[in-house]
């Protein structure tokens, strides 16, 4: 059983003989099939059906001359919003034909893992000796299994302004710093240094979400887990067609970084509106925009 199958709508599903039926519903019914040649003759596919708009069910397998054998099948949440155009690299998890994609993005100053989620265009690509050296824009999405809804911290435009500075002050500083600029590396840590007396200082009386604004940090065992915190942009209420259950759909600036994030009705603690703080557990998906043949 998938753990996040309910940020998808669904919760109601307990035991292998439900997930069995939604699995065979998807490849009978699929509303896209996508199938790539693979070296010993067979071929790797991919069924995908939506359930509401942008997410659904994917189930992965190979196909040969006896049938479908299916290998594993994953929840997704697709959107066409670009959140990041930074150098990317592609490794195969191992047991099973998908994929994790590490992006190098200096908005975080760490590296971002994220689920592959279209893995057929990325084993064209790689029959096509296509390099993903090459720089490709991808769009994320997170599947939240739990998240709540935070009241926004105030800032005049002034503040918001100095901030914008700040953040991109600090990327170019991460750059040269990657670079071996010694005199960014310093400066780099002599603020982290200076951000961590202001937070030792402020906590004793403040509580430590009107200090910290955002915040992007990995969650759990997984490598392509987070627990995340960002202003929504905007979001919308949505319903599975299959279970009937409403989910959330929002597009969250984290670190500004541009994501969008899906999260059952039941898990969200709050009512989200514009401006207010999404604050979750998720499991980050990406999207490769390869370029069209």
Known sequence: MHSFLRSVGF?????????????????????????????HGQAFVEYRKEFGPGLGLAVCGELDESGFHQ??????FHTDTVSSEEDLSIEKHGGEDS???????????TSLIFYVQNTVDYMRACLVKWSVGNRLSTSLTALASDGKILLPMYKDAEQVLSDKEALNTRS???????????DAIESLTLEEMDTYSMISRRIQTEDVFSIVDTFFMPFGMECDHYQIMGEILKY????????????????????DIEMDVCINEADLLGDPEVGRRFKGNVWLQGYINFPEE
């Open 11 to 39: 919760s109601n599903i307990k035991d292998r003989k439900g997930i069995d039926e939604l699995i065979r519903d998807v490849c009978l019914n699929c509303d896209t099939r996508n199938a790539v040649r693979l070296d």
């Open 71 to 76: 290998d594993y099948y994953f929840p997704y």
């Open 99 to 109: 994929f994790a994609g590490v992006c190098e993005d200096n908005r975080l100053g």
């Open 172 to 182: 170019q500083m991460i750059n040269a710093a990657k670079n071996g600029d010694q």
């Open 236 to 255: 919308h209420k949505v319903r599975n067609m299959r279970s009937k259950e409403y989910l959330y759909q929002m597009k969250v600036l984290c670190n």
